[in-house]
T-cell receptor, first 115, second 111 residues
Framework: DADVTQTPRNRITKTGKRIMLECSQTKGHDRMYWYRQDPGLGLRLIYYSFDVKDINKGEISDGYSVSRQAQAKFSLSLESAIPNQTALYFC??????????????FGPGTRLTVL | GQSLEQPSEVTAVEGAIVQINCTYQTSGFYGLSWYQQHDGGAPTFLSYNGLDGLEETGRFSSFLSRSDSYGYLLLQELQMKDSASYFCALSRASGTYKYIFGTGTRLKVLA
């Protein structure tokens, strides 16, 4: 079984709709992240959470919100989707107890299309 | 601001050695990481340099020089399955936390 899972894997929606992307992990890591990747570009950090009570904005948080429901669950919401939010979204985790605290372990990604 | 620059594309033949460079414009970071991403897949961790010098992991090696603001990933004995995109990444050690990925290098391995 995958350590980091994301649902849905693909989603097509219309402008103005509310969308929630979910991420679950069985790695026992405290830190979780949401990234977006646009074609030909690297990954950009949207939000991150170092534990259940800690939520922080990343580089491109406008238009997004998150919820850390438990250590293992971190959800990303688009309150009112717009076409330029069409992208590949990745959830990731990292382990603060390891020597390299920031090694990111990624989920399989969610391909979101906003029409 | 912070940025990590990589060549956009590199082409090499099977069995060859290829070096993918990463130059950055930031200071105060923990270390430089490398990730591999196949088309349609998720990035996967390859290597990490917390200190200057060379780290070797099988066919892959990574190097960091903080004084030169430069690092590279070295892939030896190239195989067709190494065709993928490769990203360098670093995290800031001061101020607001940031985990920053480079622009990515698409490696094409030819038979």
């Amino acid at each position: 079984d995958a350590d980091v899972t994301q649902t849905p894997r693909n989603r097509i929606t219309k402008t103005g709709k509310r969308i929630m992307l979910e991420c679950s992990q069985t790695k026992g890591h405290d830190r979780m992240y949401w990234y977006r990747q646009d074609p030909g570009l690297g990954l950009r950090l949207i939000y991150y959470s170092f534990d259940v009570k800690d939520i922080n904005k990343g580089e491109i948080s406008d238009g997004y919100s998150v919820s850390r429901q438990a250590q293992a669950k971190f959800s990303l919401s688009l309150e009112s989707a717009i076409p330029n939010q069409t992208a590949l979204y990745f959830c990731a985790t990292s382990d603060v107890t390891s020597g390299n605290t920031d090694t990111q372990y990624f989920g399989p990604g969610t391909r979101l299309t906003v029409l | 601001g912070q940025s990590l620059e990589q060549p956009s594309e590199v082409t090499a033949v099977e069995g060859a050695i290829v070096q993918i460079n990463c130059t950055y414009q930031t200071s105060g970071f923990y270390g430089l990481s490398w990730y591999q991403q196949h088309d349609g897949g998720a990035p996967t961790f390859l290597s990490y340099n917390g200190l200057d010098g060379l780290e070797e992991t099988g066919r892959f090696s990574s190097f960091l020089s903080r004084s030169d603001s430069y690092g590279y990933l070295l892939l030896q004995e190239l195989q067709m399955k190494d065709s993928a995109s490769y990203f360098c990444a670093l995290s800031r050690a001061s101020g607001t936390y940031k985990y920053i990925f480079g622009t990515g290098t698409r490696l094409k391995v030819l038979a």
